[in-house]
Every structure is written in structure tokens, then in C-alpha cells.
């Protein structure tokens, strides 16, 4: 594997790695006998559905019980680049696919992206048409426009990163699309002088330095007094009903569920958009500063959402997120080893279908999954969806909501339908 960036810690994390996925292999394997009874037993006559009386499943996962409230069905989510949103993608796709609803969808896979969003970029969308139930995919923010799109009870909610580990991601995606880093070569010559390398207002550049910042519809151009930013972050966390953390995945993931008022499993999901991790590299503390220093304006609104996540957490209560969360793993794992070839995430040369093959871009190997070939009809229709890559799984509902019209051609009732 070619060294990318020079940082030189690829063995050590890849090592960690390898010691954590062994725990978590070994944990698989003893668990595998109560996995078969718990796929056996509760699992199989219905597997998706609510699963049946709880004393089947004995110290299994407890089901999700039906909650004393509505499920929400109309969301905004602003999916932020590099955060861990295509999981999140994942879980509103199979939701709104399961529940029937309507997304508000892009021509291709973005809305014009990095230009702000326009309701007339969703498809199917008329001035005085109908309102759509889901939006999730890639846009730079524009409240106003969005509510031409989007119902006014819709729950608006984002993910937001450490802009340290964001830019990291940003600059080995891409690398070869933006001038500033294709001008720098590695990170860290970039970072020893990134005014050097970047131009504000270059095409590709806002992927270069405070990218949350953009995609969330401020500009990271105009000038900033930290009153002008604290009123910025106001306004976002106005419009904003909840913003998950990427470095909190599963704390994110249990307040979305409650905030949503879904089940357990609508909120159970793989890891997709997944980097191989030998390709991942961690930053001394110098250049972390460095990169943090960078990003300014990302810094500000990471660390303000990081505060409001945790005051929500707080709230939430931390033992019960503590139990919330251990059945939200128990229950990832038991479905990873359920439903994926080798329990896990594959490499994309390891992934025969390219209906499962995930988007190959940028410098390292995006990971995905491949389904068991032996699985009963509704279990394989269920471990599919949750093993789609967002691009397929777009096309997928695209056609579902957009049904090619039927061909001109007239088929005699004996020819049959098909
Ligand atoms: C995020 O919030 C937690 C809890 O208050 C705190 O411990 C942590 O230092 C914060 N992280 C950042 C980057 O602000
Ligand atoms: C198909 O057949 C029906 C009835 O035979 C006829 O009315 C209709 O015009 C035909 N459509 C086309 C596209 O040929």
C-alpha cells in the first residue's frame, strides 16, 4: 500500500484496528449459537417487523417497543461532506422506502452542488405542486429555498466533525478535484503553507478550508467578527432541530431515534462511504493545530454543536444512553454477521456485484458490503437495502418514485404480462 501523506502511521492504526475487529470477531463467534436462536426463533417468521414477544429473544436484544408517539415522516437532513452523512443517508433511504414517501431528489446525486440549493432543482417539483417528505442529499443550505420544497412540520437535522479529521478526509477524497491540494501534493506540504496553495473563490476550493461552514449556506468568504459568527450559529441552531456528531456516532444515532420517535431497527446501520482504514491517517498535534487554525470558522460551529449535543445528551440522560446504546450495538453486530459476507465491510475488488460496489473517488479504497447469498426472500430484501451504496440505492428509489413510462408498444393479452 503507497504511503499517501507521509504521517507513517498506517501500521499502527491498522494494527489497532486489527486487534479491535479481532475482539469484535471473537465476540461474534461466541455469540454465534445465540445468534442462530435469536435469527431462529424471533427473528425469521417476521424478522423486520416488530419482533415478537420479548421471552423468545431471552437476554437477546430487547425489541423496540412501540413508542407513545408519532413516527416523524418529514425530514430535512443536510448531508455535510466527509461526516459520516452517507450512513445517515442510508437509514432515511430505507425509511422512506419502507414507509412509502416521497424524496425530494436531485437530477443526478447532487443539487447543484457547490451552487445553493433551488427548489427547482428537485425533480417532480412544481411551484404550486405537491410537497415532498424527505430530503438528503448533497446541497449547500438555503433554508428559504428548501421551504418551497419541504413540508413546515419538517425536523431539520445535520452531522457535524472535528474539522481536523474532516479536512484530513476532504484532502484524500479530493485531492484531484481541488486546485489548492492538487497545487500542495501531500497534507502536510499544504499545511506548511496553505495561503500559499489556496485561492478563495477558486472553483473546487470550498472543499479546502471550511467546508461545514459552506455547506451549511454561510460564507466562509465574508469577512467575521465573532459577534457575526455567534449570530450565525444562532440562526443555524434556530433552524436546526437536531445536529448528531460524526465522532458520536451511536450517541448521534439514539437521539435521533428518540427525537424521530422511531424504532431500534429504523436507526440500525452499517458504516457506508467507509475509507480502508490503512488509508486513514492520524495528524500530530502540530498539524491538528495547524488544520484547526485553518478551518476557523468549521472550528466555531463544531465545537458550538458539540456543546448543544451534549447538553441533549444530558437531558436524554446518560445511563439510559448508555443501555440505549449497547442495544443499538448488539444489534448492528448481530445484523452485520447476519447479513454480510465475512461480518463485515469488504474491499470494492472483493465485491463481485456492482449494484453493491460502492463509488470508487479520491485516493483510497471505499469500502461495502456483500450480502449473504443464502438468505430467506424478505431477510435478503432487508440486508440488501442495508447493504446498498447511496448511489444505487438513489437510482433505486428514483425509479421506484419516477416509473419510466410504459412502453408504446401493445402486447396482446395471450403474450401476458411477461
Ligand atoms: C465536546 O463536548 C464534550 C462534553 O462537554 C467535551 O468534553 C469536549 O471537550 C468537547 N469537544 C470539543 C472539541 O469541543
Ligand atoms: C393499443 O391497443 C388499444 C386497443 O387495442 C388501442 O386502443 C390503442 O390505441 C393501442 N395503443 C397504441 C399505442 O398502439
Not at 443539487?111 to 438528503?136: E, M, T
Not at 437535522?157 to 479530493?174: H, T
Not at 453493491?356 to 450480502?371: E, K, T
Amino acid at each position: 500500500m503507497r504511503v499517501l501523506f507521509g504521517c507513517g502511521h498506517f501500521r499502527l492504526l491498522w494494527a489497532a484496528l486489527g486487534i479491535s475487529m479481532t475482539l469484535g470477531f471473537t465476540i461474534q463467534l461466541l455469540g454465534v449459537s445465540f445468534q442462530k436462536r435469536v435469527f431462529s426463533s424471533r427473528l425469521l417468521p417476521g424478522p423486520w417487523g416488530p419482533p415478537a414477544k420479548a421471552a423468545a429473544a431471552g437476554e437477546g436484544v430487547q425489541p423496540s417497543p412501540a413508542p407513545p408517539c408519532q413516527p416523524r415522516k418529514h425530514l430535512v437532513f443536510l448531508k455535510t461532506h466527509k461526516t459520516g452523512s452517507s450512513t445517515i443517508v442510508n437509514i432515511l433511504h430505507r425509511f422512506g422506502d419502507s414507509q412509502g414517501l416521497q424524496f425530494a431528489l436531485p437530477a443526478r446525486y447532487q443539487f447543484s452542488y457547490p451552487n445553493p440549493f433551488q427548489a427547482r432543482r428537485v425533480k417532480g417539483w412544481h411551484p404550486k405542486g405537491r410537497l415532498f417528505d424527505i430530503l438528503c442529499h448533497h446541497m449547500r443550505f438555503s433554508l428559504l429555498e428548501v421551504q418551497r420544497v419541504m413540508h413546515s412540520d419538517s425536523f431539520y437535522f445535520s452531522i457535524v466533525r472535528d474539522p481536523v479529521s474532516l479536512a484530513e478526509s476532504a484532502f484524500s477524497y479530493y485531492r484531484g478535484v481541488v486546485p489548492a491540494f492538487r497545487r500542495a501534493g501531500t497534507l502536510l506540504e499544504f499545511l506548511a503553507s496553505p495561503h500559499h496553495f489556496y485561492r478563495p473563490g477558486e472553483r473546487g476550493n470550498h472543499y479546502a478550508r471550511n467546508l461545514l461552514w459552506f455547506d451549511f449556506g454561510l460564507d466562509p468568504l465574508a469577512s467575521q467578527s465573532p459577534a457575526l459568527i455567534r449570530a450565525a450559529l444562532a440562526e443555524l441552531e434556530h433552524v436546526f432541530h437536531l445536529v448528531l456528531v460524526t465522532e458520536h456516532m451511536d450517541e448521534s444515532l439514539v437521539l435521533l431515534r428518540h427525537a424521530l420517535c422511531w424504532t431500534l431497527d429504523d436507526v440500525v446501520a452499517f458504516r457506508h462511504n467507509l475509507r480502508s482504514p490503512e488509508s486513514v491517517c492520524t495528524l500530530e498535534p502540530s498539524h491538528a493545530a495547524r488544520l484547526r487554525a485553518w478551518n476557523n470558522l468549521d472550528w466555531h460551529l463544531y465545537t458550538h454543536f458539540n456543546r448543544t449535543f451534549w447538553a441533549r445528551v444530558e437531558r436524554f440522560g446518560y445511563a439510559r444512553m448508555a443501555r440505549e446504546m449497547t442495544m443499538l450495538q448488539k444489534r448492528r453486530a448481530e445484523l452485520m454477521q447476519h447479513c454480510l459476507q465475512g461480518g463485515g465491510p469488504l474491499g470494492p475488488g472483493d465485491i463481485a456485484d456492482e449494484h453493491v460496489r460502492p463509488f470508487q473517488f479520491g485516493q483510497a479504497p471505499i469500502l461495502g458490503y456483500a450480502v449473504q447469498p443464502s438468505l430467506a426472500p424478505e431477510e435478503q430484501k432487508v440486508c440488501q437495502r442495508m447493504a446498498m451504496p447511496e448511489l444505487q440505492y438513489k437510482d433505486f428509489l428514483d425509479a421506484k418514485q419516477f416509473p419510466a413510462p410504459p412502453l408504446q408498444v401493445n402486447v396482446s393479452k395471450s403474450q401476458g404480462a411477461r
